[in-house]
DNA sequence: ATGACTGGTTGGACCAGA
């Protein structure tokens, strides 16, 4: 089974690359992240054609998270993270697809810092990481896919030096990654590149993609009644240099049959 | 080295992204 994760940077906008991605990678489970629509513009129609069940949580403007299934319909067990009543943003939706809770992320970015988006961050990872703690518990198999903008080392990042001060490079920012693997998360492209950079992620200023100044922000965190099924993990970098593209590449992994 | 890119909202410049 391959489950994908994509930050498509407007569902609508790049909607003709959306559809090309999915039909040449062909993922059983596609995440994806920064809809950009209110719930009532997601393209439903069109990704059903495509061959897939969706659900989705929306937002106008910003934001938005959806779960995509080839060929069936994914079984949402939950929309949003507990622990704060005043968060009314899009990003979290999880679901049972094939056997494997999966869920769809989008942390906060969280500049500038310091400042209130930076404390909304922090608060939101914590609350992520609770969360994470009760899938954890159940020994279910589990993967938290989507975009954390967390860098989680110097290896992850083509200059780490100009992003010392940056909220998704932050000590603090670091810690929150680095503890919920400390819970027993599995970083499945990590595991799969022990040493190599591989970036996930490359702005549009200054032709970055082609000089590969790119970070490693979208993540593919494995419980570990999950990981030993791990095959193989990568990400679509060629679509990231099409005309139209998301500033994100999406990253995938390979999972064996439970 | 804080870049001049991008979508969305809206019918202009902004906001937010990372």
Known sequence: MRIATYNVNGVNGRLANLLEWLGDTRPDVACLQELKAPAERFPEGPIREAGYGAIWHGQKSWNGVAILARGCEPIETRRG????????????????????????????????????????????????????????????????????????????????????????????????????????????????????????????????????????????LLSPSLAPRLRDAGVDREHRGRPHASDHGAVWIEIADG
């Open 81 to 220: 993270l507990a622990g704060d009543p005043q968060d009314v943003q899009s990003r979290y939706i999880e679901a049972a697809v094939g056997g494997v809770i999966v869920a769809s992320l989008y942390a906060p970015n969280g500049n500038p810092q310091p400042g209130p988006k930076f404390g909304f961050k922090l608060n939101w990872l914590e609350r992520l990481r609770r969360h994470g703690q009760a899938l954890l518990a159940t020994g279910q198999p589990v993967v938290l896919a989507g975009d954390f903008n967390i860098i989680p080392t110097d290896l992850d990042v083509y200059v780490p030096e100009r992003w010392r001060d940056d909220a998704l490079f932050h000590p603090r920012v670091r810690e929150a990654y680095a503890q919920m693997l400390d819970d027993g998360w599995v970083d499945a492209l990590r595991t799969r590149y022990p040493d190599q950079r591989v970036y996930t992620f490359w702005k549009y200023l200054r032709n970055a993609y082609q000089r590969d100044a790119g970070l490693r922000i979208d993540h593919l």
